[in-house]
């Protein structure tokens, strides 16, 4: 994923971007970068590897390297951004959130008269580079967005810093993910996140629509292009990888939360699987919540049975070697005896992808003296890998645990029955629940259902993309 944060103003806003920008670190772990407009000096870019780091070490002097009255930056999983460009449409900095599956179609279809880019390892294009270059095709940002959206296959948000000082911003055009806009006495931003700007003292002013461009400047904003009606945001925005404080579509994270945790243990009292527990847990970070939930509704206590220790490896995927993040995880996770040994615990984790942490996790805690584990997952078994952002992205799909299962009961037969092995009522799904227990060695497993999820974010379904669950995008 990535997050990206900008503020145009009357002001040198380098300290606030830099603060706004940090507050997107949950969201991506690779990279992070600014760019800024001064009236003397023009144009700044400065990038940096933050795998190793936090974003706020690498940029802590930044304030001594650049100045601006117009600032945009932004946190990325995937390519060094943002990036400073030379076109017909004058000289800019861009920044994108998404993902194009298309690089190479598009290149050969559209850029192929000439159009050079900065190889990455393997040959990659940067994709915001790859945006910019389909945006400067047309006569006008407006055009060359909507352009650019309208063929690529996946998703892009874009904010683009002008060398006047204002910036564009336009959300993509099914609003996967959100675009919000605040403002203050001195000027106006726009965030992914809104904390993050709530948080400087701005004032929330609204989210833009699915495909809605608009410029801003320290005057006010200027609608560019009106949004669509059709939108299909991201469901694990709020059940997974949304940071608890944050809102989206007017509802919070951290209550969906507990609504979803709520609404699953209802339907355990209701088919009578109120289970002989001592303690309720949440997989840290994001099982904590929908875990306090289903502890509010059953009326059993909620416990931290182990501790995430997050000082110095924030994110157990950080190092680049498997058998680094393997050891990393393994290191973070320190016990609470007392209320591991001999204690019968259900744990609730957002989601369950590939399962390999979570197989470490089950054994970390039988080592400890665990008598016995039940798992809960706050969403559905996950079938697809997403095409349209960086998250539950695989190599191919068969690295998620729920299509390994399923492959190793029925084999490719098992595939034509997707949907029947999602569904926990019917034979299939039982059958792939009891495998993935056996696999796992939990006393009991239980996924929330895709209706139960929407249900607790309380948007309309036909409002949501629901696609790594039942392909429904």
């Given at each position: 994923?990535g997050g990206?944060?900008?503020?145009?103003?009357?002001?040198?806003?380098?300290?606030?971007?830099?603060?706004?920008?940090?507050?997107?670190?949950?969201?991506g772990?690779r990279?992070?970068?600014?760019?800024?407009?001064?009236k003397?000096i023009?144009?700044?870019r400065?990038i940096?590897?933050?795998?190793?780091?936090?974003?706020?070490?690498?940029?802590?002097?930044?304030?001594?390297?650049?100045h601006?009255t117009?600032?945009?930056g932004c946190?990325?999983?995937?390519?060094?951004?943002?990036m400073?460009?030379?076109?017909?449409?004058g000289?800019?900095?861009?920044s994108t959130?998404?993902?194009?599956?298309n690089?190479?179609?598009?290149?050969d279809?559209?850029?192929?008269?000439?159009?050079?880019?900065?190889?990455?390892?393997?040959g990659k294009?940067?994709?915001?580079?790859?945006?910019a270059?389909?945006?400067?095709l047309?006569?006008?940002f407006?055009?060359?967005?909507?352009f650019?959206?309208s063929v690529?296959?996946?998703?892009?948000?874009?904010?683009?810093?002008?060398?006047?000082?204002?910036?564009?911003?336009?959300?993509?055009?099914?609003?996967?993910i959100?675009?919000?806009?605040?403002?203050?006495?001195?000027?106006?931003?726009?965030?992914?996140?809104?904390?993050?700007?709530?948080?400087?003292g701005?004032?929330?002013?609204?989210?833009?629509g699915?495909?809605?461009?608009?410029?801003?400047?320290?005057?006010g904003?200027?609608?560019?292009?009106?949004p669509?009606?059709?939108?299909h945001?991201?469901?694990f925005l709020?059940?997974?990888?949304?940071?608890?404080?944050?809102?989206y579509?007017?509802?919070?994270?951290?209550?969906?939360r507990?609504?979803?945790?709520a609404?699953?243990a209802?339907?355990?009292?209701?088919q009578?699987r109120?289970?002989?527990i001592?303690?309720?847990?949440g997989?840290p970070?994001?099982?904590?919540?929908?875990?306090i939930?289903?502890?509010?509704?059953?009326?059993?206590?909620?416990?931290?049975a182990?501790?995430?220790?997050?000082?110095t490896w924030?994110?157990?995927?950080?190092p680049?070697k498997?058998?680094d993040?393997?050891?990393?995880?393994?290191?973070?996770q320190i016990?609470?005896?007392?209320?591991?040994?001999?204690?019968?615990l259900l744990?609730v984790?957002?989601?369950?992808?590939?399962?390999?942490?979570?197989?470490?996790?089950?054994e970390?805690l039988?080592?400890?003296?665990?008598?016995?584990?039940?798992?809960?997952?706050?969403?559905p078994?996950?079938?697809?890998?997403?095409?349209?952002?960086?998250?539950?992205?695989?190599?191919?799909?068969?690295?998620?645990i729920?299509?390994q299962?399923?492959?190793?009961?029925?084999?490719?037969?098992?595939?034509?029955?997707?949907?029947?092995?999602?569904?926990g009522?019917?034979?299939?799904?039982k059958?792939?629940?009891?495998?993935?227990c056996?696999?796992?060695?939990?006393?009991?497993l239980?996924?929330?259902?895709a209706?139960?999820?929407v249900?607790?974010?309380?948007?309309?379904?036909?409002?949501?993309c629901?696609?790594?669950?039942?392909?429904?995008?």
């Amino acid at each position: 994923m990535g997050g990206f944060f900008g503020i145009t103003s009357k002001q040198d806003c380098m300290v606030e971007v830099f603060f706004g920008v940090d507050y997107h670190s949950h969201l991506g772990i690779r990279r992070g970068g600014m760019a800024a407009y001064d009236k003397e000096i023009g144009l700044q870019r400065k990038i940096h590897n933050i795998e190793n780091s936090p974003f706020r070490t690498k940029f802590e002097n930044i304030f001594d390297e650049m100045h601006g009255t117009s600032v945009i930056g932004c946190i990325s999983d995937s390519d060094p951004q943002p990036m400073l460009i030379r076109s017909r449409l004058g000289t800019f900095a861009i920044s994108t959130i998404g993902v194009v599956n298309n690089a190479n179609a598009l290149i050969d279809t559209y850029l192929s008269n000439g159009a050079h880019f900065d190889a990455m390892t393997g040959g990659k294009v940067n994709s915001t580079e790859l945006v910019a270059a389909l945006i400067g095709l047309k006569n006008s940002f407006v055009e060359g967005i909507q352009f650019a959206q309208s063929v690529i296959d996946g998703t892009a948000n874009i904010m683009i810093l002008k060398d006047d000082g204002n910036i564009v911003v336009a959300r993509d055009r099914y609003g996967r993910i959100p675009v919000q806009l605040g403002k203050n006495e001195d000027g106006y931003c726009a965030s992914f996140e809104r904390f993050a700007y709530t948080k400087l003292g701005f004032e929330h002013i609204r989210e833009l629509g699915p495909g809605e461009i608009v410029e801003l400047s320290p005057e006010g904003i200027t609608q560019l292009a009106e949004p669509g009606k059709e939108m299909h945001m991201c469901a694990f925005l709020w059940s997974y990888y949304g940071y608890p404080a944050s809102t989206y579509e007017d509802i919070n994270v951290e209550a969906m939360r507990y609504r979803n945790g709520a609404a699953i243990a209802e339907r355990d009292m209701q088919q009578g699987r109120t289970m002989d527990i001592d303690y309720v847990g949440g997989v840290p970070d994001s099982g904590t919540p929908h875990a306090i939930g289903y502890a509010n509704r059953t009326g059993k206590p909620f416990a931290r049975a182990f501790i995430k220790y997050t000082p110095t490896w924030a994110r157990s995927f950080t190092p680049a070697k498997q058998s680094d993040r393997k050891k990393i995880a393994k290191m973070k996770q320190i016990p609470v005896h007392e209320l591991i040994t001999d204690k019968k615990l259900l744990f609730v984790d957002d989601s369950i992808v590939r399962g390999t942490q979570l197989r470490e996790t089950v054994e970390f805690l039988y080592n400890n003296g665990a008598k016995a584990v039940h798992m809960r997952s706050a969403c559905p078994p996950i079938m697809y890998g997403c095409k349209y952002l960086n998250f539950t992205r695989a190599t191919n799909d068969i690295e998620l645990i729920s299509r390994q299962t399923i492959l190793e009961l029925e084999g490719e037969e098992g595939l034509k029955h997707i949907q029947e092995y999602a569904d926990g009522n019917s034979e299939r799904g039982k059958k792939m629940r009891r495998a993935i227990c056996e696999k796992f060695k939990f006393d009991s497993l239980g996924f929330q259902t895709a209706e139960g999820v929407v249900n607790a974010i309380g948007l309309e379904p036909c409002k949501l993309c629901t696609y790594c669950w039942n392909g429904r995008g």
